[in-house]
């Protein structure tokens, strides 16, 4: 699955994982959010036994 989204450099890919995490802190962002969508996905993924990852470069779609 891709996104549409602004990317996300290599070095912060694991941080999009981290509860209130956010990787751009400007406030211009476009793109908004809370910071706990994906750290509650990892946690229901993990907890039924998989893994999630993330495939990006700054931008790049992930």
Not at 34 to 52: D, K, Y
Request: no cysteine; hydrophobic share 35%; charged share 15%.
């Amino acid at each position: 699955m891709a996104d549409s989204g602004i990317g996300i450099a290599a070095e912060q890919t694991d941080a999009i994982f981290e509860a209130f995490s956010q990787i751009q802190n400007s406030n211009v962002r476009q793109y908004g959010g809370t910071g706990l969508g994906l750290a509650i996905t990892r946690q229901l993924v993990e907890l039924h036994g998989g893994t999630i990852r993330v495939e990006s470069g700054s931008g790049q779609r992930s």
